[in-house]
């Protein structure tokens, strides 16, 4: 099953595909995807004829019917430095260390993951809205992950593309900023699907890629496959559950491994891609804070 949500003029409105057949869903997605893992029936509206390509080529400026993020997730976490190009962060700058190593390749080879707050729905947009970069960050990049959203145990419901967009001129500056960083109006991206894990199979065999586009031209373009995460995903909830209560559908994203450099930070009106095998597509434009 794959769930996606629309919106027109304030009002949104849920709907899954079933065996290739477009319904409107008559619960909100997280219900609806419990219900689902438990392989019950969820509860569907009438069948629905509409043009998805038609649709995912609108933007948040289009004043009709367009999507949005495919769920409000109560909770959004991320996992850090999950593959080997990410232990080398900020290697060209000054960076902690400590011991004698850096603190990106401590965590990459210890036990205990990275595992930080993203923030809430309020702070993540969906597909062909912006994403954001603060008024006072001059670097931020967009970090194209794999997004799981889980329940209340840590049971896998679905999958997402999720956009950990980070101001990392802040996190370079000094790693207590981290959350200025990640926490952001604006710096999450997801959907614009949410696909049940019977769709995707295997979550170690998802090629992940990249386009920065600037002026219609692609300036950055990067790609990865999920084979090459060290942290298995189990791993990465197991931590994020331990001892720390997690909402039914909280969404972590697995972590980078497509870093562009510094001379390709974001600027105002670039255009994001993110395409992930099975879960397609997610394209959002930028905006450069200004309040
Ligand atoms: O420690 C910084 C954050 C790392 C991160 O977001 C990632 O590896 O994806
Ligand atoms: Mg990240």
Redesign the pocket.
Known sequence: MRIFRLTNKGWVGNFAIINNKTYVLLSDPITALKIYSEGKDIPLGPEVSISLDDLLNRDYTFKDLRFTKPYDPPEVW??????EV?RA?YSEEDVAIIKGRT??EL?YDAERP?I?FKGTANRCVGHGEPIAIRTDSEWTLP?P?LGVVIDSSGKILAYTISD?V?ARDL?AQN?LY?PQ??IYNGSCAIGPFLVTPDEIGNPYSLDISMRIIRNGQVIYEGSINTSRMRRRIEDQIKYLIRNNSVPDGTLL?T???IVPGKDKGLKHSDIVEITITKLGTQRTPVVKLNL
């Open positions: 991320g996992s850090g430095i999950v593959y990410a962060r603190i990106y965590v990275e930080f970090e992950e950990d980070s996190e790693p981290l960083s990640k994203s972590g980078t491994a």
